[in-house]
């Protein structure tokens, strides 16, 4: 089920963070990625937060199936880290993105969360190949100090178990 | 183009310490190489944990001919082509999965799960000598199917050396895998990644146990792991992946020292262990470890436990298309595509009877070692990519492999041992197995630097 507003509670005031809220957060994300402003996106997330990209539609868990990527938050940083490596050959040229976010919906809201579903596409250049990746993506956002947070961060990719060049660009 | 009549020109671009571009260049040569390696060496197509009963089958290829490997009515292990005698459409379009016949969709021709022909619409006006009990109304069986401790290994070759004689030593690194299971016995689990690139396929083989590069080409991961506080929230994923990137930075010093490198006959390698942290690999003081080693000695008793874990190999390199590496359960699977195009489908094992977080533990590590969004691997891609990139010019004519060739020595079980990790001996003696299986030739480094 899926809801137009979500009421969070702060402290003793019911904050109310409604789907363009949620589509303007994500949008916002989606532009600092194509930017390529990853410290600025990694502080989007939680100190405790997950990113994820599984390898099989469907997928139940992180820890007994292989994904794409699946970082706790340390292994978050060291990826963002890594991007501003100048010694990252496989981003040596760097590539281009251009991503849509699109169909955001609120799938399930509670005290201080809330659980958003949205598609994107995105395209991705690099020495002259584009690669297109597509699929659906689930944001946990809480709010910690009246501010939208990823606390997890879930992109079904509709192609997450083909054969693949190498993924090195943050979906 | 190459053909029959230039076995001597083949043997003229494998030379003492070097090779020639084209090797890894020429789409003639790759094609030759399907031929005459991948259609007659013993090939790694699968594990029989994939196909555990009746009717369990799995699809895969042999270079790019589509195979199924399937547990017959009878329990055995069939390898077919998956080809419909009929008008040569595969057969069978799922990866995987269990059922009773193969049944072609465009006519309906319906096969046993050993591959003889069990039904056809329509039988009548078919020519006189039409037999549906003949081979050529069956999905072929490959020629010569042999399972070694569960792996299941297939030639296309009618005939040649055996499974046995063609693994020979290497046979210990399979075990290693599977005596490390407290219950004795291993599963394919977790799933598969798979990944390419635009490069040849022996690139990957020889990055497999090359341990001068990650140094190199490593060094964004290596420096972002090292940089990496330990105070940060981790579930203990990202953990055991910054401690592998750390272990990537160990220095030559290190390497030259610390860590071996053996070869065997037809193309076959391992490289010794390399990791000093505690808490990363097979270590005695990691509880989830000690927990695996009480019930490993549960079931195989002290002595034999001791002996299982003093084997200490990283990559294991089953020439032409397997890799392998115990201490987290690894398997990689080579696929060449074209002469700079190469899928590569890895997987994790699962040790029965070992603690559920040890598969964990294998899970987190194969992201780390073998995801397509590894902060590693895709370092590793990019060079295969820039080799290919680089050898499309004919610039540098022979590319050298002649690290340590100097200094290449015998060892035990008819092996031989480069100085140190460092040394590229099994580069050579890959090379020596391919000149072997191109030309019929079967030299031996021994005998070229002897020649040398």
Known sequence: ?171 | MMDQRSIATLGHLVQPARVHRSLYADPAIFELELERIFGAAWVYVGHESQVKNIGDFFCTQIARKPIVVVRDATGELQVLRNQCAHRGSMVVASDQGHTDEFQCCYHGWTYHLDGRLKAIPLQNGYPQDFNPKSDKTAMLRLPRVTSYRGFIFVSQAADGPSLAESLNHMTTSIDDMVDRAPDGEIEIAGGVFKHTYNGNWKLYLENLCDAAHPWFTHRSSIDAAQQQKDDVMSDGSGEIAIRQMRQNGAPYSFWESQVGIWTYPNGHSYLGDYHDDANLVAAMNDPVFRDYIAALEAKQGKEKTKKILEVRRWNSNVYPNLSFMSQFGQLRVIHPVAVSRTEVHTYCFKLRGAPEQMFRNAISFANIVNGTGSLVLTDDLEIYNRIALGLSSEGAEWLEIGRGYQSDGPAEHGGRKGKNSTSEIYIRNMFDAWLGYMTGAHATSAAREAVA
């Open chain 1, 1 to 171: 089920m899926s809801a137009d507003v979500a009421h969070a509670v702060i402290g003793n005031d019911a904050v109310r963070i409604d789907r363009e809220a949620c589509e303007a957060f994500l949008l916002h994300e989606a532009r600092l990625l194509d930017e390529a402003k990853f410290d600025d996106w990694l502080a989007l997330f939680t100190l405790d937060a997950q990113y994820w990209v599984p390898s099989q539609p469907d997928q139940q868990s992180p820890h007994d199936t292989v994904s794409l990527m699946y970082d706790d938050r340390r292994l978050l940083e060291t990826r963002v880290r890594r991007l501003a490596s100048p010694r990252i050959y496989s981003q040596e040229p760097r590539s281009r993105t251009s991503r849509i976010v699109a169909n955001v919906t609120i799938e399930e809201s509670g005290p201080a969360f809330v659980a958003t579903r949205s598609k994107f596409m995105m395209i991705e250049f690099r020495r002259g190949e584009q690669r297109l990746f597509g699929g659906t993506c689930f944001h946990r956002l809480v709010l910690q100090d009246g501010t939208l947070r990823i606390r997890l961060k879930r992109i079904n990719l509709v192609n997450c178990d083909a054969p693949l060049d190498g993924l090195v660009v943050p979906f």
